[in-house]
C-alpha cells in the first residue's frame, strides 16, 4: 500500500539526503597501538646478550638447537602486517583477532623453548629474557583483544537541502 503527500504549490521543495559515514573506532585505535607495538619489538632485544629477532633462528620455536636463516621476523613481519591491516579496514575484527592469536604463540613457543634451554644451562628464565619479548607479547594481547573492540563508530548524517 502506497501513500502520497501532496504539497501545495507554493510550498519551497526540499530535499533530504542520507549520508551514512563512519568514524575511527576505538578497534582501530587499540590495533594500531598493538600493530606499533609488534613493530617496535622486532627492533628490540628479546635475549639476554644482545639477541634480537633477526639473529634469532625461526627453527628454535621447534628445534632449540636450530642455527642459522631464517630468522623469526619470517614470522612477526606477516603478522604486523596482518594486524595493521586488520586495524585499518572497517571489518578487520578477525584479522586483528587472528594476528594476536598467532602472535601470542609465537611468543608462547619462544618462552617455551628459551625457558627449556635456560634451564639445562642452569640459568634463570627471567634473567634470560629482554624487553622485546614482554613489549611483543603484550602487542599480541592487545592486538587479539581489539578484535573484540567495536571497530567503527557508525555516524547517520542527515543533510537538508533547500
Excluded: C, K
Excluded at 603484550?138 to 548524517?157: E, H, K, L, N, Q
Amino acid at each position: 500500500m502506497s501513500v502520497y503527500r501532496t504539497l501545495p504549490q507554493d510550498a519551497p521543495a526540499r530535499t533530504r539526503r542520507t549520508r551514512w559515514s563512519f568514524a575511527v573506532g576505538p578497534g582501530m585505535v587499540v590495533g594500531l597501538v598493538a600493530t606499533i607495538a609488534l613493530v617496535v619489538s622486532m627492533f628490540m632485544s628479546w635475549q639476554t646478550g644482545g639477541a634480537h629477532p633477526s639473529a634469532i633462528p625461526a627453527a628454535f620455536l621447534w628445534d632449540r638447537h636450530a642455527t642459522g636463516d631464517p630468522s623469526l621476523l619470517v614470522f612477526l613481519i606477516p603478522l604486523a602486517v596482518v594486524l595493521g591491516i586488520g586495524s585499518l579496514m572497517r571489518g578487520g575484527s578477525g584479522l586483528r583477532v587472528l594476528a594476536g592469536l598467532l602472535t601470542m604463540v609465537v611468543v608462547g613457543v619462544y618462552a617455551y623453548q628459551l625457558h627449556e634451554v635456560s634451564n639445562s644451562l642452569g640459568v634463570s628464565f627471567g634473567d634470560a629474557l629482554d624487553p622485546g619479548f614482554y613489549v611483543a607479547a603484550v602487542a599480541g594481547v592487545v592486538g587479539f583483544v581489539s578484535g573484540f573492540v567495536p571497530t567503527t563508530v557508525p555516524a547517520r548524517r542527515v543533510d537538508t537541502v533547500a
